[in-house]
């Protein structure tokens, strides 16, 4: 997909992926409202994106985005460059494009979607994307999520991931069995439950808050879960 507000720009940049033999051109938007819209409902693998654009810019777009998508920045402002990697994109080009550093954005792009449609095992990893790379965790090791604003904090057995994502999102991709969202800012792995209260919950000696009408939820699946 372009996401392009000049036509001129939309031109150039329609051109560069339609000569690209490993490309497919789905979608071209003059803004991020519909971009919106046709990525909620259509899949796709690669934005070619404008920051500055009126109304809704790139980076109200990069916030709504809750699917692994590769995004390659491409914008005439070098100033946002800084910006734009802590969201996690696959790299930012300047304006006017040159055709070799387009096509070596386009394959770090492929080589980081390659990485996220390798087969895993159903139901015990995750794919998620931090500090610039996909990365894929065992869903048995995480101990609890946590809300970061824009971002959420996956802890785990081994480290802390930051992730651009929302609660809902990752929960969605969790076992119901395993996981429940004891707080609008935690979501924690039953297995790692130590021990819980009518407010709260231990998991490693952290504690965690809960809310109190997600108690009975808790004591329900904690008997469920295998352990």
């Given at each position: 997909m372009v996401v392009e507000n000049s036509k001129v720009q939309q031109t150039i940049i329609c051109k560069l992926v339609q000569n690209h033999e490993d490309l497919h051109l789905s979608a071209i938007c003059d803004n991020a409202i519909d971009a919106i819209r046709i990525i909620k409902n259509h899949k796709i693998d690669l934005i070619l994106l404008d920051i500055e654009?009126?109304?809704?810019?790139?980076?109200?777009?990069?916030?709504?985005?809750?699917?692994?998508?590769?995004?390659?920045?491409?914008?005439?402002?070098?100033?946002?460059?800084?910006?734009?990697?802590?969201?996690?994109?696959?790299?930012?080009?300047?304006?006017?494009?040159?055709?070799?550093?387009?096509?070596?954005?386009?394959?770090?792009?492929?080589?980081?979607?390659?990485?996220?449609?390798?087969?895993?095992?159903?139901?015990?990893?995750?794919?998620?994307?931090?500090?610039?790379?996909?990365?894929?965790?065992?869903i048995k090791e995480i101990k609890w999520v946590e809300a970061l604003g824009d971002y959420i904090k996956i802890i785990t057995e081994n480290e802390n991931l930051i992730v651009l994502s929302s609660m809902k999102s990752i929960s969605d991709k969790l076992p119901s069995d395993r996981f429940l969202r004891?707080?609008?800012?935690?979501?924690?792995?039953?297995?790692?439950?130590?021990?819980?209260?009518?407010?709260?919950v231990e998991i490693d000696?952290?504690?965690?808050?809960?809310?109190?009408?997600?108690?009975?939820?808790?004591?329900?699946?904690?008997?469920?879960v295998d352990i």
């Open positions: 654009m009126p109304h809704i810019n790139g980076f109200d777009l990069l916030k709504s985005l809750d699917k692994n998508i590769e995004i390659i920045i491409i914008t005439a402002n070098p100033n946002h460059a800084l910006k734009a990697f802590d969201y996690g994109v696959t790299d930012y080009l300047l304006k006017p494009v040159k055709i070799d550093r387009f096509y070596k954005a386009v394959k770090k792009a492929s080589i980081n979607y390659g990485k996220v449609c390798e087969p895993v095992e159903e139901g015990e990893f995750l794919m998620v994307r931090s500090n610039m790379k996909n990365r894929k965790i065992n004891i707080h609008r800012s935690y979501i924690v792995n039953l297995n790692k439950v130590e021990k819980f209260g009518c407010t709260s000696k952290h504690q965690l808050p809960m809310s109190r009408k997600q108690k009975p939820k808790l004591e329900l699946l904690l008997e469920k």
